[in-house]
Structure formats: C-alpha cells, structure tokens
C-alpha cells in the first residue's frame, strides 16, 4: 500500500486542521490505520490508530476528545480531524498501515507498520 498524507499547515493554538491520507496499490480494506507524529527532537509516537473496519478507535491521553480518526473503505482514506490544537501538537505527521487479520484488529503501537507516507508539518503557534 502507497500512502500519500496531506493537510498540514500553520494554525493557531486553539484552532483546528484536517489531515487526509490517500492510499493506492494494495488492499487498503485489509489494513488496520494509523496516525503517528514526530516532534523536533522526540521520538515518533502514535496520535490515533482504527481498525480496518472502521468501528474502533484508538488516542492517546495527550489527543483524546480533540483528535478524530475515520476512515472511508469506499475511498480508500483515512482522515484525522484536530480540534483545540495545542502547541504541543506542532510535529510532523505520518499515517501507515498494518495489515490486519481480522476487521477488529487495532494496533496501537508504532511495531509492525510498514507502510508509510511522506509526513505532513503541523505547526501549532500561539
């Protein structure tokens, strides 16, 4: 699976982004999704995750009730949408996929994905 990311960009802390990613040449339905960022000097580290059925969900504390991952299997997209943007959240942002065995499958960590699209920059300022 190819993975193309997009969406990034410049926003005020307390304002919102939405990030895209478009998968082509593989079986996007038979991947568990994911969002991960890296911060300057940090390690890169999951933001969201969805199982390739769409109906579950994974963020992590510093994300929860302001980050919203979906995905369209109709599409072939996954979408990120970031509400009350913190400075903190200033990083490059990366989506990839996993395989999946069955549609439940989430995974919530960085091991085991192996596709990867080029990263987007969020830059959040005050």
């Known amino acids: 699976v190819q993975l193309q990311a997009s969406g990034g960009g410049l926003v005020q802390a307390g304002g919102s982004l939405t990030l895209s990613c478009a998968a082509s040449?593989?079986?996007?339905?038979?991947?568990?999704m994911g969002w991960f960022r890296q911060a300057p000097g940090k390690e890169r580290e999951v933001a969201a995750a969805i199982s390739r059925g769409g109906g579950t969900t994974y963020y992590p504390g510093s994300v929860k009730g302001r980050f919203t991952i979906s995905r369209d299997n109709a599409w072939n997209t996954v979408t990120l949408q970031m509400n009350s943007l913190e400075i903190e959240d200033t990083a490059v942002y990366y989506c990839?996929?996993?395989?999946?065995?069955?549609?439940?499958?989430?995974?919530?960590?960085?091991?085991?994905?192996?596709?990867w699209g080029r990263g987007t920059l969020v830059t959040v300022s005050s």
């Open positions: 990839a996929s996993k395989w999946a065995r069955s549609r439940g499958d989430i995974f919530t960590t960085i091991v085991g994905y192996d596709s």
């Open positions: 040449g593989g079986s996007f339905t038979m991947n568990s």
